[in-house]
């Protein structure tokens, strides 16, 4: 998946984001936006978005001169799901299929996205009852399928407080072996190895990152370590958006858990921005992306 025009804007909207988390000062807003407005046309966009937004958010972090600008509201949105951990564990666990029940209540805080939603919204969302959450697309089945026959299997977590509803899911793969990978270095709300030891995800997985500073898992820059890792496990779950744009044509089955929060996401997959996704790549032969129930509308995205 490759960045498109459509990417410019948000990365200016995450560069003042940014900004506007480390200083009130408007001067140094504009500022920063005119530094990356010439910044962007050196950048190569036959990439995907994720890695083309990383190398803005990092040029954005190194300008401000902070290293980790969403590093309080991290640990904010992780303490908020945690209060409820408990209460959602119920809530799965009484429903008929509860692996399904926690990747909907994944798909749920996977809204937490701080720089497109705000927490006041991820909390609206998950106090409803997130098992009856729509799919536009839902390879489910065939997760489930490849989780029975799986010895081990790699988790590629995306963002701090939904890491919470990851935990559920991962108590309920039923694999023996489970690697969860985390961000080498702070990048907006991507979960670190700090934020994952907040949660106590150690107790239930091996802890990686994939060798390399990025946004989302461009493989051809990871360590060899982490290549051999990915190649081998039965089972890769990815979540998150940044993770699919950069893994949506992978050589072996990855499993995406995500919203599509941008349109060219939302076009890209055939389906509306912010729809929910439980979608296999790459696509079984004669099965396409674009889902028939959204087929018809493509053109209205």
């Known amino acids: 998946m490759e960045a498109s025009s459509d990417c410019i804007p948000c990365m200016l909207t995450q560069a003042l984001g940014a ?19 010439e910044y962007l046309p050196t950048l190569n966009f036959d990439r995907s978005p994720a890695e083309v937004s990383y190398d803005c958010l990092h040029f954005t972090t190194r300008y401000l001169g902070v290293t ?8 904010r949105s992780t303490r908020k799901l945690l209060a409820i951990e408990h209460e959602l564990r119920q809530k799965l666990l009484a429903a008929p299929d509860p692996l399904e029940a926690a990747i909907r209540y994944a798909l749920a805080a996977n809204r937490i996205d ?8 991820v909390e609206q969302e998950l106090s409803c009852d997130a098992t009856a959450l729509e799919m536009a ?3 489910y089945d065939a997760l489930r399928s490849a989780l ?4 081990t299997a790699i988790y590629i977590l995306s963002n701090a407080g939904e890491v919470v509803c990851d935990k559920l899911v991962l108590e309920q793969l039923g694999v023996p072996e489970i ?17 994952v030891a907040d949660v106590g995800l150690e107790r239930l997985a091996r802890i990686v990152d994939p060798g390399v500073d990025a946004l989302g898992i461009p493989l051809s820059l990871c360590s060899a370590e982490f290549r051999a890792l990915f ?13 699919y744009a950069t893994l949506d044509e992978p050589e072996r089955d990855v499993y995406h858990i995500f919203r599509a929060k941008c349109e060219h996401t939302a076009q890209h997959l055939g389906v509306r921005r912010d729809d929910a996704i439980v979608a296999r790549t790459p696509r079984p032969k004669g099965r396409p992306l674009v889902h028939p129930q959204h087929a018809a509308n493509e053109g209205d995205l």
């Open 19 to 37: 900004a506007r988390r480390v200083t009130d000062d408007t001067w140094l807003h504009r500022k920063l936006l005119f530094a990356v407005m």
């Open 68 to 75: 980790d600008p969403y590093a309080d509201e991290k640990q």
């Open 114 to 121: 701080l720089g497109a939603v705000s927490e006041q919204q």
């Open 137 to 139: 697309i839902n390879d």
């Open 148 to 151: 029975a026959e799986a010895r």
């Open 179 to 195: 690697t969860c990978v985390v961000r080498q270095s702070p990048i907006i709300n991507q979960v670190t190895r700090d934020d």
């Open 231 to 243: 190649a081998d496990a039965d089972v890769v779950i990815a979540r998150g958006q940044a993770n």
